[in-house]
């Protein structure tokens, strides 16, 4: 056991109901991306108390926080602050029902439905560890708490601030660490070395036709007939492109044209989410996109052609292989056989290796089961894993304990790899 987890099995069990507390308050109170004013000032409240300096409203509401301590390397430790745009359905008593205003001026119900409220427990909680315990660790710890995951807005924003501000503002870091809640059995931690979430691009595309009467097809361009004939075509790049053994994913989440059975509309568009875990085959997808979404507006003799706006991109996190090394050595030495090495790359995203990225820092990511082990277990015995809410669901929500105290253990122990370097 490294020294912080120690100190965490010795700390006053008021420590463990305070977080307990905490978790269900900012899972009741739900904030959208960019938008974590609460959640920002809870965290940096807290963080003040402790003793560390605290940076508020870095990229909007980001919050960096720093614990100098003697000689010794900058870690780095990360969380998002994000809810999203959903409705709460899990029937918990600490359910959320918050609505709040999208971007768009829509009313939407909000949610933690992936557990980014748990990530700012532990991130605390692994702050309240090492402020309370400095005699084990050596080195400047860099807490950061990040909005806008969800919306690939919040790492990018923050390094911005970061960085137009001036380099020596914050410490640069020398490895960066942050952990994911998602289905696994509670009490386990995965990890990968090298790609472990795929690279996320999501496009608009509008294709531009020429509208009229429903009864005189021949005066229009119809772009109902460009946007379909370019949705089927779109799916022959992962199934007649991209070779087999290549992990790739497209989705065509929305189309939309027109308004009444008798108009054809000016345009059509499409909007599309793509998955790659290579940066060869993520360029390679983004050239087909257009290739076939010019190629089908020629077909239809369109006069325009499309247009393409990014969405947002989430790009490949790929652990350091050294690093994640020795967060392996310390996961198994607290985790033993609940310590297990993920045997492929999740098809998810995630903005956290745009810190690492951005100033060419090693990082490594890694997830922290939240399932109840009984219904994880159970469900890997009937080959129903795919059916357990997942994050994104509105059915999900981890399993507090020992959820909680696992992402604490597993945080402790891999910055304790760097911070306590005799242990
Ligand atoms: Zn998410
Ligand atoms: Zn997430």
Same mark, same amino acid.
């Given at each position: 056991?490294?020294?912080?987890?120690?100190?965490?099995?010795?700390?006053?069990?008021?420590?463990?109901?305070?977080?307990?507390?905490?978790?269900?308050?900012?899972?009741?109170?739900?904030?959208?991306?960019?938008?974590?004013?609460?959640?920002?000032?809870?965290?940096?409240?807290?963080?003040?108390?402790?003793?560390?300096?605290?940076?508020?409203?870095?990229?909007?509401?980001?919050?960096?926080?720093?614990?100098?301590?003697?000689?010794?390397?900058?870690?780095?430790?990360?969380?998002?602050?994000?809810?999203?745009?959903?409705? &709460?359905? %899990?029937?918990?008593?600490? /359910?959320?029902? $918050? *609505?709040?205003? +999208?971007?768009? #001026?829509?009313?939407?119900?909000?949610?933690?439905?992936?557990?980014?409220?748990?990530?700012?427990?532990?991130?605390?909680?692994?702050?309240?560890?090492?402020?309370?315990?400095?005699?084990?660790?050596?080195?400047?710890?860099?807490?950061?708490?990040?909005?806008? &995951?969800? %919306?690939?807005?919040?790492? /990018?924003?923050? $390094? *911005?601030?970061? +960085?137009?501000? #001036?380099?020596?503002?914050?410490?640069?870091?020398?490895?960066?660490?942050?952990?994911?809640?998602?289905?696994?059995?509670?009490?386990?931690?995965?990890?990968?070395?090298?790609?472990?979430?795929?690279?996320?691009?999501?496009?608009?595309?509008?294709?531009?036709?020429?509208?009229?009467?429903?009864?005189?097809?021949?005066?229009?361009?119809?772009?109902?007939?460009?946007?379909?004939?370019?949705?089927?075509?779109?799916?022959?790049?992962?199934?007649?492109?991209?070779?087999?053994?290549?992990?790739?994913?497209?989705?065509?989440?929305?189309?939309?044209?027109?308004?009444?059975?008798?108009?054809?509309?000016?345009?059509?568009?499409?909007?599309?989410?793509?998955?790659?875990?290579?940066?060869?085959?993520?360029?390679?997808?983004?050239?087909?996109?257009?290739?076939?979404?010019?190629?089908?507006?020629?077909?239809?003799?369109?006069?325009?052609?499309?247009?393409?706006?990014?969405?947002?991109?989430?790009?490949?996190?790929?652990?350091?292989?050294?690093?994640?090394?020795?967060?392996?050595?310390?996961?198994?030495?607290?985790?033993?056989?609940?310590?297990?090495?993920?045997?492929?790359?999740?098809?998810?995203?995630?903005?956290?290796?745009?810190?690492?990225?951005?100033?060419?820092?090693?990082?490594?990511?890694?997830?922290?089961?939240?399932?109840?082990?009984?219904?994880?277990?159970?469900?890997?015995?009937?080959?129903?894993?795919?059916?357990?809410?997942?994050?994104?669901?509105?059915?999900?929500?981890?399993?507090?304990?020992?959820?909680?105290?696992?992402?604490?253990?597993?945080?402790?122990?891999?910055?304790?790899?760097?911070?306590?370097?005799?242990?």
């Amino acid at each position: 056991m490294s020294p912080l987890t120690q100190a965490l099995a010795a700390a006053d069990p008021a420590l463990m109901s305070e977080l307990e507390a905490l978790y269900k308050d900012l899972h009741q109170h739900p904030e959208l991306s960019m938008q974590e004013v609460r959640t920002a000032r809870i965290v940096a409240d807290a963080m003040d108390k402790l003793g560390y300096e605290v940076t508020r409203e870095v990229g909007v509401t980001g919050v960096v926080c720093v614990l100098k301590n003697g000689a010794g390397p900058t870690v780095m430790l990360r969380a998002d602050m994000d809810g999203l745009p959903m409705a &709460e359905n %899990t029937g918990l008593p600490y /359910a959320s029902t $918050v *609505k709040a205003r +999208d971007t768009d #001026g829509t009313e939407v119900g909000v949610a933690h439905s992936c557990g980014h409220d748990m990530h700012v427990t532990w991130l605390l909680g692994a702050a309240c560890i090492l402020a309370a315990n400095r005699a084990a660790w050596q080195g400047t710890l860099l807490i950061v708490f990040q909005p806008g &995951e969800e %919306t690939a807005e919040g790492a /990018a924003a923050m $390094v *911005k601030d970061w +960085d137009e501000k #001036g380099q020596g503002r914050f410490p640069k870091p020398d490895i960066i660490l942050g952990q994911h809640v998602m289905v696994g059995a509670a009490g386990t931690v995965s990890y990968r070395p090298g790609v472990t979430l795929s690279a996320g691009d999501s496009l608009k595309i509008t294709l531009f036709g020429r509208g009229s009467h429903g009864s005189q097809p021949q005066t229009s361009i119809d772009p109902v007939i460009m946007a379909a004939a370019t949705t089927l075509r779109l799916q022959t790049i992962v199934s007649r492109e991209i070779a087999p053994t290549e992990p790739a994913v497209l989705t065509i989440g929305s189309l939309q044209a027109g308004t009444k059975e008798n108009i054809i509309p000016d345009d059509a568009t499409i909007k599309l989410n793509m998955r790659t875990f290579s940066e060869d085959t993520r360029e390679y997808m983004l050239k087909s996109i257009r290739r076939i979404c010019c190629a089908e507006c020629d077909a239809s003799g369109a006069e325009r052609p499309p247009e393409f706006t990014t969405i947002n991109s989430y790009p490949l996190t790929e652990n350091d292989l050294v690093a994640t090394q020795k967060v392996a050595k310390a996961f198994h030495q607290q985790f033993g056989d609940k310590s297990l090495l993920a045997g492929s790359p999740a098809s998810a995203s995630e903005d956290f290796s745009i810190f690492g990225r951005s100033w060419g820092v090693p990082y490594v990511f890694w997830f922290v089961g939240g399932t109840s082990p009984e219904v994880y277990a159970k469900a890997v015995q009937d080959k129903t894993v795919n059916k357990i809410p997942s994050n994104h669901s509105p059915q999900f929500a981890p399993k507090i304990h020992p959820t909680l105290e696992t992402g604490l253990q597993a945080m402790l122990s891999a910055a304790g790899a760097w911070l306590c370097p005799g242990a």
